[in-house]
């Protein structure tokens, strides 16, 4: 009996080897050479690594010049998440009803999710600068104050799509018993979208927020493409500014010392933000 269970629990753990070791060798292994460079000044192209200890750390909390990716980035992680989530939950509560042509009607709000990221800033490009510019309307990625704006526009325009299926799965298993107990007891709209509607909708915010949240604070296709940071660093994200260091800088060792923090503070804040949704479904 002994054997056979060691055999079935060899049996098991064969199913997931491959993942796992794909696992270790593309994430795991990286990230222990990258946290070993931190300690190093190497330039990412010779053979010597000299080691300089804390010095990469020490810097990271002098430099100034990180404020203004950190400021960016959670501009477009807030702005993205809230929007994304709000817009998504409301097509899906228009499109949740059937009706002529509303299959149709969610291709084309889904579509813009199959164009890929950079085709998406090339597109935006070119309509803020074509065509805004027939409106009389300047393009916000030409100004210091609206061109993160912008970038998260593009965002929300390829993404909410995607939030609106999520959200409109949800919808589908709300029982329909209790929005008519609710009509009965001449509860209005709101009523009912806050005591039954997000409820039984919980669980898929503790899947878009979160989503979102973790794409917001990695964003970097869209300023790679569309501003290359500019104008003036103004729509720098921190993962645009991890590239400068690691790639045309070349400062591997300060790079890769302010990407491991960044690392540890993301999946601090996404663990955090998680926790809390979870504990709001088992409170609803």
Same mark, same amino acid.
């Given at each position: ?10 049996? #098991? ?10 696992? %270790? ?15 190093? #000044?190497? #330039?990412?192209? /010779? ?14 909390? +002098? #430099? ?31 499109? /949740? ?9 969610? /291709?084309?709000? $889904? ?23 027939? %409106? ?56 009912? $979208? ?38 003036? +660093?103004? /729509? ?47 409170? %609803?």
């Amino acid at each position: 009996m002994k054997y056979d269970k060691i055999k079935k629990t060899l049996v #098991d753990f064969s199913f997931i080897l491959p993942a796992l070791v794909f696992f %270790l060798y593309v994430i795991i292994i990286p990230l222990i050479s990258g946290i070993q460079f931190t300690f190093t #000044d190497w #330039d990412g192209m /010779s053979a010597v690594k000299h080691f300089v200890g804390l010095k990469n750390y020490r810097t990271v909390f +002098h #430099d100034t010049d990180l404020i203004q990716p950190i400021l960016n980035t959670l501009l477009f992680t807030v702005v993205t998440v809230i929007v994304i989530n709000i817009a998504g939950l409301a097509l899906a509560m228009a499109v /949740s009803k059937e009706f002529r042509g509303i299959n149709v009607m969610k /291709s084309i709000i $889904f579509m813009p999710l199959v164009v890929s990221l950079v085709l998406v800033s090339e597109m935006w490009m070119y309509v803020y600068s074509d065509f805004f510019s027939l %409106l009389g309307i300047p393009s916000p990625l030409i100004d210091r104050k609206t061109a993160m704006l912008g970038l998260a526009y593009m965002s929300i325009w390829r993404e909410t799509g995607l939030a609106m299926i999520i959200y409109l799965a949800a919808l589908k298993g709300v029982p329909s018993y209790m929005y008519e107990a609710a009509v009965i007891d001449g509860a209005g709209f709101w009523q009912r $979208f806050k005591n039954v509607t997000v409820p039984f909708i919980a669980p898929a915010f503790t899947y878009c927020i979160p989503l979102w949240l973790a794409a917001g604070l990695r964003q970097y296709d869209y300023t790679y493409i569309a501003t290359s940071g500019g104008p003036g +660093h103004a /729509s720098e994200s921190m993962a645009y500014y991890i590239y400068n260091y690691l790639f045309p800088y070349d400062k591997v060792g300060y790079g890769q010392t302010v990407a491991v923090l960044y690392l540890a503070v993301c999946i601090g804040i996404s663990n955090i933000v998680t926790r809390m949704l979870r504990k709001r479904e088992i409170e %609803l």
